[in-house]
């Protein structure tokens, strides 16, 4: 699903026009963003858990040349699925 596919099934869903329901969702991801960026966990109950972790630095290789490369640490975003969420795909 894409992104303008989110954003009819919203509009859809909750009767609302494109237009608010393109502002619904990227007011909610926005949100989701800046907690992310600030560290903040965000768990919306029954879907999942969004939060960071951070990487430390490692060795990998130039899949091109083969080439020993060093990897900076980093901080990147993680994503824990709920059980409700869980439960629905299986």
Known sequence: MTKSELIDKTA????LNKTDASKA???????????????LKVTLV????FSTVKRKARKGRNPRTGQ?????????PKFTAGKDLKDAVR
């Open 12 to 15: 859809s869903g909750a009767g």
């Open 46 to 49: 029954g879907f999942g858990t």
């Open 25 to 39: 969702v990227e007011a909610a991801l926005n949100a989701i963003k800046s907690s992310l960026k600030k560290g």
């Open 68 to 76: 020993a490369i060093n990897i900076p640490a980093s901080k990147v």
